[in-house]
């Protein structure tokens, strides 16, 4: 019985080690051998593989993360994959160099659709092809390239330099797809639900225009008016284009005012403070993004620093552009009655730059909800 057990182990533990360690078989062995290897034991670019270039593309599938919110962002994160399957290629120059003639151009061959496939990766406009790399037990890319009859014939003499040499160029030629195909794939997970390039475009445009060319906001004003696109878009899984209007609420401002002069003879103009105390603008945005128009008006109430009359002032006040806006406001200069003041402003907040860049992507971040992180959302439409 000892002697039984003592044959069994010889003859099981080789083939224990080989499951552990992805080696490749100690014998003449066909393609059909290496791809059940890969389905069953995990192995040539799967979980168990412990290879280098393993750990390297298992690295940067990790940091291929983040939100996509912009068409920046979309870009990104293609470059990091360009990166990765350019790696992948430089690594089968070591393989390509000892390999024999016929298998030095198998591997050619499989560098140079890793080099296509990286420069097409980085083209936003390009799909992402992470099927041409889709491995079955007959073929690898996509469908027309096979390793099947050319092992065959290497390895059917037995256990020769050549068949070992073919069982090495065919795992590796397996390993490197079936990486491609992780790397394109996280991609597709991570974009899949992103707007083509040129539509994300767009809306990055419209919303540049919203801040550059809106009314600038305080802290509370970008709350209400966020509170406000949240409650018309509940929709999560969509990506849109910044709001339509803006709240404005108890926003400081300066502005030049025109009016008569304490003594009655001739007008002056003089620097004052003013409060927009509640107030609408309209932002209009061109389909390609290219422009928009803004038109609103508040309520306000003015500050003046002069001694003579009252201080306070109250008027309305209309945003004719991004920029200047016209008002006019009742206010008691000093003669005992109000009087018609004339105000020129220019939105100092956006001299002040009152939202960071920091606080526009959270802002647009919190509508699209869906995209931190992406794979979390269902569908996303535009």
Known sequence: MTRVLFL???????????????????????????????????????????????????????????????????????????RALTDLSSSLLEQQDVANDDWRQ???????????????????????????????????????????????????????????????????????????????????????????YEDLKVLDDQWSYYWERGRSQYPWELWVNQRRFLRDHPDPNQFVGPPTSQIILLHLDAAMEYAKSHSGMGSELNAIALVEVIGYNRLSYAADGSSGRSFGGSIITTVSPESGGKRFGWGAMMHFTDRISLGVARRDLGRGEGETTWLLSADVGKLLNLTPEEEQKAFRAAVGRCNDPVISCSGATL
């Open 106 to 196: 198998r591997l050619t061959y499989v560098r140079q659709r890793l080099e296509q496939a990286a420069a097409e990766t980085v083209v936003a406009e390009r799909d992402i092809r992470a099927g041409d790399w889709k491995v079955d037990d007959l073929t690898i890319f996509d469908g027309s390239y096979s390793v099947v009859e050319p092992l065959m014939q290497d390895c059917a003499k037995g256990y020769t330099s050549a068949c070992q040499q073919a069982q090495r160029s065919a795992a590796d030629i397996l390993r490197h797809a079936t990486l491609a195909n992780a790397v394109l794939g996280r991609l597709v997970q991570l974009v899949r639900l992103v707007p083509k």
């Open 8 to 82: 069994l182990t010889l003859l099981v533990a080789p083939l224990l080690a080989w499951s552990q360690d992805c080696s490749l078989p100690k014998q003449a062995a066909s393609y059909e051998v290496l791809f059940a290897q890969y389905q069953q034991q995990h192995c040539f670019g799967e979980s168990a593989d412990s290879s280098d270039v393993k750990r390297r593309m298992d690295e940067a599938i990790a940091s291929m993360k983040g939100a996509v919110i912009t068409a920046d962002d979309s870009l990104a994160l293609r470059l990091q994959a360009a």
